[in-house]
């Protein structure tokens, strides 16, 4: 993903190469990747709300916040909540090309920032590199909206079908908590449901609002 190349021709070369410099910094740190995705999905939320829920230590969190921030993708606003300043962080999206083109939003941040805590995404990283992770996004999703069966995606993937349906189960769980946060999506409809059992093995929580 790291090695891929902004898009040509863009129409606007300085905001789609920040983009592509935001998402290189965001692949290459699955925990600052998935720090990013609690902030986003939360927001407007606390550095020590977004840390709890994911388990980082106070003085990363911040680091991290400070690095986003830097990156341009989250803020710290002027407003609070329990005494604790409030940050929000907002979505970036856009299109690469390298062999093929790819379309990034925050599902793939989210699922590269999963790696660092879900066993079956990191078994797939390990058998098949973080490449493929991209594309089993795009099998998943074409399983969601009801194209493909797992056992589809796993053939589309050229993986075993008992290393495609887990990875598909990984990745829906993430989509159905991102997926409203990823413009990526905006016109994707999905037929089938994520269940809420499945929804309480994911890595990142809902938002309560």
Do not use: C
């Amino acid at each position: 993903m790291s090695d891929a190349s902004p898009p040509t021709n863009p129409p606007d070369t300085g905001q789609s190469a920040r983009q592509f410099f935001v998402f290189q910094k965001l692949l290459d740190t699955p925990e600052l990747a998935r720090f990013y995705t609690d902030l986003l999905i939360h927001s407007p939320t606390t550095v020590t709300a977004a840390r709890d829920r994911q388990g980082f230590s106070k003085s990363t969190a911040y680091k991290y916040a400070n690095a986003l921030a830097e990156l341009g993708v989250a803020a710290e606003l002027d407003e609070y909540e329990n005494g604790s300043t409030l940050w929000r962080a907002d979505p970036v999206s856009g299109h690469w090309t390298g062999e093929t083109t790819v379309e990034l939003g925050p599902v793939i941040i989210a699922v590269y920032g999963a790696t660092s805590v879900d066993d079956d995404l990191e078994l797939f990283v390990d058998r098949h590199g973080k490449a493929a992770l991209a594309p089993a996004v795009t099998a998943t999703i074409e399983y969601l909206k009801g194209n493909t069966t797992r056992r589809g995606a796993a053939d589309a993937l050229d993986v075993p079908a008992v290393e495609g349906i887990a990875v598909t189960q990984a990745i829906e769980r993430i989509i159905a908590v991102v997926g409203t946060h990823d413009p990526t999506l905006d016109d994707v409809t999905f037929d089938v449901d994520v269940h809420d059992r499945a929804l309480d093995q994911a890595p990142y929580q809902r938002s309560d609002e």
